[in-house]
């Protein structure tokens, strides 16, 4: 049977092809933003040797627990299997191997003995400040990451559902990063217990910023602030928490994107039988991923695209229903957020609680005090060549500089890439938005096979007595390109 063609596959497939033929990699590797050596674990599946392929998954991507289980897998969409049936399960082969390689990961934990002096914060444990810490520590540098709540892991720990994503497999991936010799500090919030110059003082050469996006948007309209009208966000913590609060019965989420999605999925978990999504984008433009809307639905779940909210209206202060219009467009001509509506068509939608899911902000309170500037967009200004932001010696990475996206393009590491080829001295970075050799996703895939040698089992590399260790993990990090970062990023400030 033929396989359904989701609305934009075959855009990004004819993309993938073509920087697949560019680079020579297979377009699966090529498709997945950490060029995962996919021919190659899927080989080491096939030879029934889970370890050598965990190998090449850890590789690529110290997030590997988690990407098996949520990752949007865009090597599928380009995995050349899909001209005669389906795409070969690469996700699902990932969480395979993961799943069938637990001891040995265990057992090649290990710590590196850091071979430089200069200290790194990094502000943020979500995949991208902890794919950073690990590529640091790797390197040899001596590493700190502070983060705001008391359980790390970003939004993968706070707000991904746990019937999608239990936090067993975020620990795993986290423990591979802290056995590294990554100190982790929760419950600290830069900017308000710790300034970036509190940092400084305390003897910190570099910081670096992944504060994500974790504050919702909210809407501006009539009635908002009804009791009963929730934003998405606290409202997925706390389901996570185990904590959720107390919902009615007919229940709106407002947004179509994958988030939403999560919120509608974890309110029908609730015990809630009605619950509506309700949305601008027409059904084909919807943000969410197919299978995610498909899943949805199958739950249980409805959709009403086209439609925006005009008006909340309460009784008592409290949620009743949402007046809706007609959205007639949503983006512009030149693909800009412009919605249009029309305001004949209109109609009356009945809820007790309503979740708003119509997007997420940063939360920017870690730059104050500091000169680091923030976009229009409300993120972080930054080069994404260098990483650098407007002060020096302070660099940004995951969503809260490049915006929205997934766990694995958060984790996207340019460290030594960039390090190594750019002229970031003491943070100067260019701003000018050239892309660094680490966007090339073969040079990545290479990268990928020269680490493949230094494997553990790596007793002889991490033995107490340091001099053979040290000596082989400076040789380790050298050949990982991290002298030019000690030059590069790591400067005094
Ligand atoms: C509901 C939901 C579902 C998702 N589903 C998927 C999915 O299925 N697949 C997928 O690939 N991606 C998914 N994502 C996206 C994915 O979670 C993000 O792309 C990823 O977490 C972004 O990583 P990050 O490190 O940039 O930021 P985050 O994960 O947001 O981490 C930022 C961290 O910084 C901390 N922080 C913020 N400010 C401070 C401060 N001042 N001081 C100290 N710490 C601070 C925060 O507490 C947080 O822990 C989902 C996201 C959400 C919200
Ligand atoms: S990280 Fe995602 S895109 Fe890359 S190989 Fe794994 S499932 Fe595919």
Avoid at 53 to 79: K, M, Q, Y
Wanted: hydrophobic share 40%.
């Amino acid at each position: 049977m033929g396989r359904v063609v989701f609305a934009g596959e075959t855009a990004i497939m004819e993309d993938v092809l073509q920087r697949a033929q560019q680079t020579r990699v297979a377009p699966c590797s090529a498709g997945c933003p950490v060029n995962t050596d996919t021919r190659r674990y899927v080989e080491a599946i096939a030879r029934g040797d889970y370890e050598a392929a965990l190998e090449v998954l850890l590789d690529a991507n110290p997030f590997t627990s988690v990407c098996g289980r949520i990752c949007h897998h865009p090597c599928e969409a380009a995995c050349r299997r899909s001209k005669v049936d389906a795409p070969v399960g690469l996700r699902a082969l990932k969480r395979f191997a993961v799943e069938n390689a637990r001891d040995y990961r265990e057992a090649r934990r290990c710590p590196v003995a850091p071979t430089f002096s200069e200290r790194v914060a990094v502000v943020g444990s979500g995949p991208a400040g902890m794919a950073a810490a690990h590529d640091l520590a790797k390197q040899g540098y001596r590493v700190t990451v502070f983060e705001k709540a008391d359980t790390p892991g970003g939004m993968l720990g706070a707000a991904i559902p746990r019937y999608r994503l239990p936090y067993e497999a975020v620990k795993e991936d986290l423990d591979d990063i802290v056995a590294l010799g990554v100190e982790l500090r929760t419950e600290v919030t830069i900017g308000v217990d710790l300034t970036l110059e509190d940092l400084r003082q305390q003897g910190f050469d570099a910081i670096l910023l992944s504060t994500g996006l974790s504050e919702s948007h909210t809407l501006n309209c009539p009635g908002i602030d009804s009791e009963g009208i929730f934003l998405a966000m606290p409202f997925l913590r706390a389901v996570r928490m185990g904590a959720p609060p107390e919902v009615g019965r007919r229940v709106i989420v407002v947004g179509g994107g994958n988030v939403a999605m999560d919120v509608a999925r974890s309110v029908r978990r609730l015990g809630v039988t009605e619950v509506a999504c309700i949305c601008l984008e027409s059904r084909e433009e919807m943000p969410a991923s197919p299978w995610e809307i498909e899943e949805a639905l199958e739950e249980g779940v409805q959709i009403a695209p086209s439609w925006g909210v005009r008006t909340v209206f309460a009784e008592g202060g409290r949620v009743r229903g949402l007046e809706l219009r007609r959205c007639t467009r949503v983006f512009d001509e030149a693909g800009r957020f412009s919605p249009t509506f029309d305001d004949s068509d209109v109609c009356t939608r009945l809820a007790d609680t309503v979740i708003l899911a119509i997007g997420q902000r940063a939360d920017l309170t870690c730059i104050a005090g500091s000169s680091v500037q923030e976009e229009r967009t409300g993120r972080l200004q930054y080069s994404p060549a260098t990483l650098a932001t407007s002060e020096r010696g302070v660099f940004a990475c995951g969503e809260v500089a490049r915006g929205p996206g997934s766990a694995v393009e958060a984790s996207v590491r340019r460290m030594s890439d960039l390090c190594s080829h750019l002229p970031v001295r003491r943070g100067e970075g260019r701003q000018d938005g050239h892309h660094a050799r680490g966007d090339v996703p073969g040079l990545r895939a290479v990268r990928c096979r020269v680490s493949r040698r230094r494997r553990c089992p790596a007793a002889v590399r991490h033995q107490p007595d340091a001099r053979g260790a040290g000596r082989s993990a400076q040789a380790t990090a050298r050949r990982r390109g991290a002298a030019p970062a000690r030059r590069l990023l790591l400067l005094p400030l």
